[in-house]
């Protein structure tokens, strides 16, 4: 990047910052070397293969911040009192493996707020606050809600070992369908899995070595499988409703809608459902026009695991091809387990100044 644009961008990055800390938000920052050991998994999947680690003598494994989140709530957790809103800004650090044109290093200026006193109204700060960031950006929002999704696999009528191995897929979509297909009956257990779980003695005609697996672990692995084999599967009207749930990409009002019906059949979501109901009133206070607001049940499922409730993003033009320009979301059990426990409800949103600035270049 030249200077003329790095300095633009740091230029944008206070900009922001100043309109965050003007809300109330301290400003903090977050070390460069995060441990990777005790910090990387709670990313998933994604981040995992993305992160820049290395080894440090004394401390072992490290990882340059991947985000500024995980710290924060870390430090929260560590030091800070409720209620608290911080304000950041500085670079993440993410390998690329897809797409040359995108930085492995950029600026990033985010905004945490932990806050538990109303959910919704904190929800509906963060997005305002993006929102009026944006104003004049030619940007659209895009909002979803993952603690709806996590109520409605949580509420299948299945075993809990299914239900735990749906929610740890939630983040790949098209695992989790070929998951649900399988509990369901739909696609059959593989013929050499189907051949080994009817065996009486399989462990017999495994061979001896395999890998780092223990002969144990392959037993409790074995009987695992053929208590799931044993289980009855999710049903059609299950299976359906999630379809129809993940399938819902409307404007809120006519997403609520939708999911209250969905909600009669499937009333695991009602809580998370009326959660959703009183944000969009909420967001409705900030000035957001909630009746033009997109809403998609499956949006954020690729992003951080973190995400347990609200999410939303800000794309510019798809011709761009640029990832969005803003995104957060609510992580109340990341700070449960970051605080030992003691979880605080939170939510935040980062936004990227660089990317910004091909968005306006375009208008
Ligand atoms: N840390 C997230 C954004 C975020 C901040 N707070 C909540 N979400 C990211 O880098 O994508």
Not at 116 to 145: H, M, Q, R, W
Not at 340 to 348: D, E, F, N, Y
């Amino acid at each position: 990047m030249s200077k003329f644009h790095a300095q633009a961008n740091w230029d944008r990055a206070r900009r922001y910052q100043a309109t965050i800390a003007a809300k109330g938000a301290v400003i903090t920052d977050a070390d460069y070397l995060q441990s990777a050991e005790t910090l990387l998994d709670l990313y998933g999947e994604d981040i995992r293969a993305r992160a820049f680690t290395t080894q440090d003598p004394l401390r072992g494994e490290q990882m340059l911040r991947p985000d500024f989140t995980v710290p924060i709530v870390q430090q929260h957790m560590a030091f800070g009192a409720e209620p608290a809103r911080y304000t950041y800004m500085g670079k993440v650090f993410r390998k690329q493996e897809v797409d040359e044109a995108r930085p492995s290093e950029f600026v990033q200026v985010g905004f945490e707020v932990f806050d538990g006193s109303d959910v919704a109204a904190a929800d509906a700060e963060v997005f305002a606050t993006f929102a009026e960031i944006l104003a004049d950006v030619p940007v659209s929002p895009v909002t979803g809600d993952i603690g709806i999704l996590r109520a409605a696999v949580t509420g299948l009528k299945t075993t809990e070992h299914r239900r735990a191995a749906l929610l740890r897929h939630l983040w790949r979509p098209r695992r989790f369908k070929a998951l649900l297909d399988r509990f369901g009956g739909v696609t059959p257990v593989p013929a050499a899995r189907a051949a080994l779980l009817a065996d009486a003695d399989p462990l017999a005609k495994l061979p001896a070595v395999l890998g780092l697996r223990s002969e144990s672990e392959i037993a409790l692995r074995i009987e695992a499988l053929r208590d799931d084999a044993a289980a009855e599967p999710i049903s059609h009207m299950e299976r359906d409703l999630l379809d129809a749930l993940l399938k819902v990409r409307e404007t809120a009002p006519n997403a609520l809608a939708l999911l209250g019906d969905i909600a009669v059949d499937l009333p695991s979501i009602s809580t998370a459902v009326d959660g959703f109901s009183a944000r969009l009133d909420a967001l409705s206070k900030h000035g957001i026009n909630v009746e033009e607001l997109p809403f998609e049940a499956s949006y954020g499922r690729t992003s951080m695991e973190y995400y347990d409730g609200f999410v939303f993003g800000f794309s510019a033009a798809p011709n761009l091809n640029i990832p969005p320009v803003a995104t957060g979301g609510r992580y109340d059990a990341l700070t449960t387990v970051l605080g030992a426990g003691k979880g605080v409800p939170a939510v935040g949103g980062v936004i990227r100044p660089d990317l910004v600035a091909i968005a306006e270049a375009v208008q």
